[in-house]
């Protein structure tokens, strides 16, 4: 069974430019996850979705970031401008049940994210 | 914000010695997990305890939970250099997960 895939697995750009990370769930799960992580740290939520429906967007910068899930399949991060601060590691999970609190959630490799 | 605390910050250790983690956290919780990251990679998931268990095993994992306490351990028994990560716990509350800080493990050969 293939697991999350996630890409690119490396960006580099300079601040003010867009950028768009990927994530292909594994197959029939309906809830997929982006989290953050910095350096040092653990990850941190950034956007739930059950199937192709946002429930849970309350840590996401809206004012830069944006995501969408097209027919709760695959799902697109994007961030535009980007800025000094928003270099971390973007992951990508996705688990079968939709109950963020009880599923085993399984994770991509992640997109490491360097803005200059 | 993160609500788990993963104590020590980081351990180095002799394969075949065993590792022991330890997590605290601040609010009531639904269940708690264990994750392990390799470096450059995603996280696996190693073990879910709930908040009525007392104590999980999984292979050479032990997992124990004290609720009055708010804290929770790993242990590895038995350590292998393979064994070298970062470990994670994530605390479950109101359909999310929150991550600590991480534990850094190094086994050495």
């Known amino acids: 069974e293939a697991g999350v895939v996630q890409s690119p697995r490396y960006k580099i750009i300079e601040k003010k430019q867009p950028v768009a990370f990927w994530c292909n769930p594994i197959?029939?799960?309906?809830?997929l996850y982006w989290y953050r992580q910095n350096l040092g740290q653990g990850p941190e939520l950034l956007i739930r979705?059950?199937?192709?429906?946002?429930?849970?967007d309350s840590q996401l910068p809206k004012d830069r970031f944006s995501a969408e899930r097209l027919k709760g399949v695959d799902s697109t991060l994007k961030i535009q401008p980007a800025e000094l601060g928003d270099s971390a590691v973007y992951l990508c999970?996705?688990?079968?049940?939709?109950?963020?609190?009880?599923?085993?959630?399984?994770f991509g490799p992640g997109t490491r994210l360097t803005v200059l | 914000s993160q609500q788990g605390e993963e104590d020590p910050q980081a351990l180095s250790i002799q394969e075949g010695e065993n590792a022991t983690m330890n997590c605290s956290y601040k609010?009531?919780?639904?269940?708690l997990q264990w994750y392990r990251q390799n470096s450059g990679r995603g996280l696996v998931h190693l073990i879910l305890i709930r908040s009525n268990e007392r104590e999980k095993h999984s292979g050479r994992l032990r997992v124990t939970l004290d609720t009055s306490k708010k804290s929770s351990s790993l242990l590895i028994t038995a350590s292998r250099a393979a064994d070298t990560a970062s470990y994670f716990c994530?605390?479950?509350?109101?359909?999310?997960?929150?991550f600590g800080k991480g534990t850094k493990l190094t086994v050495n050969p």
């Open positions: 609010t009531s919780i639904n269940n």
């Open positions: 994530a605390t479950a509350r109101s359909e999310k997960l929150v």
């Open positions: 979705y059950e199937n192709e429906e946002a429930v849970d």
């Open positions: 999970a996705s688990s079968a049940g939709g109950l963020a609190a009880t599923d085993t959630q399984y």
């Open positions: 197959s029939g799960h309906n809830t």
